[in-house]
Each structure stands twice: as C-alpha cells, then as structure tokens.
C-alpha cells in the first residue's frame, strides 16, 4: 500500500478504481442543448443530462469521436469532465461582472465563465506557461467568446496592477488524483503537496487582495490531499477577512474538519471534497469564500 493510499485510509476512504463516463459541456453561446441534444440524436449519439452540472452531459453511445464532429469545430459543444463543470457554477458569474480566471489555460473553465455572463462584462484571463497560450485562444475562438482578455504572466503578480474584481476563479495548480493517471500512487511524492501549498497559499493571497468587498472567491483543486485543499482553506479564513460560504452543491462530502488529528475551523466543513468511488467523477475540491 502507497503513503497515499495510508494516508486515505486515515481520512476514512479506500480509493477504489474509477471508470469515468465521457462528458460534455453544451456551449450555449454557440448552440441551444435542444438544438445540439437534436443534432447528435440524428447521427445516433444518446447523451444523458448530468442532474448537478447545468449544461452537462455523460456521453452514453457515439458512433465517432465527438471531438473530430463538426458540432465541436462549431464550438456547440466542449469535452468537460463532470466535477471540473462545477467551480464555475459555484461561482455563478453574472453578465456585466469583472471576473479573474487566475490558471486559465487550456481555456474550458475560461469559457464556461463567459458562457454564464453571456459575453457581458469582462473577464480577465492570465495563464503563466507561454506555451499553453495558443490553445488558450484556440478554444476561446471556437467557443465563441467576445469578453476575455487574456495576459501571459504569473497571477500571483497581478496584485501589482492594482485591478479588483467581482468575483475571482483560482483552479489551483495541483498534484491530481488517482483516476485518469496510469500507477498514480508509484509516480508522486508528498514533497509535491509541500511545495504546491506553498504556491497555493501565494496564489490565494494575491487573489483576496484582488477581491472586491462582498466579492466571491472560488478555489477548486483536482487534487485529494488536504494540504492542497482543506489546509489552504483554513489557512485563509484564519488569516483573512473571508469567510466560507455554501456551495450550493449537492454532490459530494462536506470538507474536512479534521486532518490527522489537526482540528480546522468549522467553517471548512461547507467545502466539498469528491472522493471518486462515492461521486462516480475524478477527485476534486471547491470551495466558495466571500470577502467581508
């Protein structure tokens, strides 16, 4: 048994293998779901509505690759696994808003946050890795996004710039999960979850500091270890001027409130943590704080 799976075991999860079904996201500033759900019926694909992601859909039965179809070259639909639909709609951002994507590339989520403010507003996207940038752009063309600038720089500088915003996305950079990597435990270390808290809590930072008063923040990870997920959460609301807020989700188990027998603040609890076998997804996190 690998440290990580010990350490689960500890949490009160035995991590299981995990099929995950295929997924999209309708794009519907290219394409109403009717129209698209009409569409693929008619060349013999049956989708089935993911109940808790809005726009969602499992991929039961494809004749071909969805991603070669001329409905995904017309932007109408995007491959999105079903949990990573959900940091977006937890933060619920709204036509006119200015909104942070702080870790934007390869551009699904960037998307998904201008789909939701209908291309109103502005949306601030900053991706650090230069070679991500292309497919960046890629995707928000096909998608048919209209309200997105987009900076190639660290967002953890941004602070500099002195720009606020309504609400902030910060999909932080993590070590993943067990589910779509092949011998997962053999190839990570706990000196990953180290060095990325320590990144996290910078990038956290400069995000409150960007946070409009009464703004929302979401942090989301794919990432099952505490110390990138409920640890930072707690770190936050102790040392900030936020506090943790309901998800509104349903799906799910509340966040941790104890990590091997270090106590967290209850507030941690209204996070939600996806342990894969139990959500039928990959691993993932989120949480919602509001700045006061």
Not at 2 to 18: A, C, D, M, N
Request: with cysteine; net charge positive.
């Amino acid at each position: 048994m690998s440290v990580f799976e010990k350490r689960y075991h500890e949490l009160g999860y035995k991590p299981v293998p995990v099929v995950l079904k295929p997924s999209i996201r309708v794009n519907t500033l290219r394409c109403s779901e009717p129209e698209l759900f009409s569409r693929l019926a008619a060349k013999g694909v049956v989708l089935e509505k993911i109940p808790f992601a809005k726009n969602g859909y499992w991929v039961e039965k494809t004749p071909f690759s969805l991603g070669a179809s001329i409905e995904y070259l017309r932007g109408y639909l995007t491959p999105q696994e079903a949990a990573a639909q959900l940091p977006v709609q937890v933060l619920d951002p709204k036509p006119g808003e200015r909104v942070l994507d702080m870790a934007a590339a390869p551009g699904v989520k960037t998307s998904q946050i201008c789909q939701w403010m209908q291309n109103k507003g502005e949306l601030v996207a900053v991706e650090k890795n230069n070679r991500r940038l292309p497919g960046l752009k890629n995707n928000l063309e096909r998608l048919g996004v209209s309200n997105c600038i987009a900076f190639n720089t660290d967002a953890g500088k941004l602070v500099e710039w002195t720009l606020t915003f309504d609400k902030i996305l910060l999909d932080a950079p993590c070590m993943g999960n067990y589910v779509k990597e092949k011998d997962w435990f053999g190839k990570h270390s706990q000196k990953e979850f180290v060095r990325n808290n320590a990144t996290q809590k910078e990038l956290i930072s400069a995000a409150i500091t960007m946070l409009k008063p009464g703004g929302a923040l979401v942090y989301s990870t794919c990432s099952l270890e505490p110390e990138e997920d409920e640890l930072i959460i707690d770190w936050a609301v102790r040392k900030f001027k936020v506090r943790c807020v309901q998800t509104g989700l349903t799906i799910g188990n509340p966040g941790l409130t104890t990590v091997f027998d270090k106590r967290l603040s209850n507030e941690v609890q209204l996070c939600r943590r996806f342990w894969p076998s139990k959500t039928q997804t990959e691993g993932f996190f989120i949480a919602k704080l509001v700045k006061a």
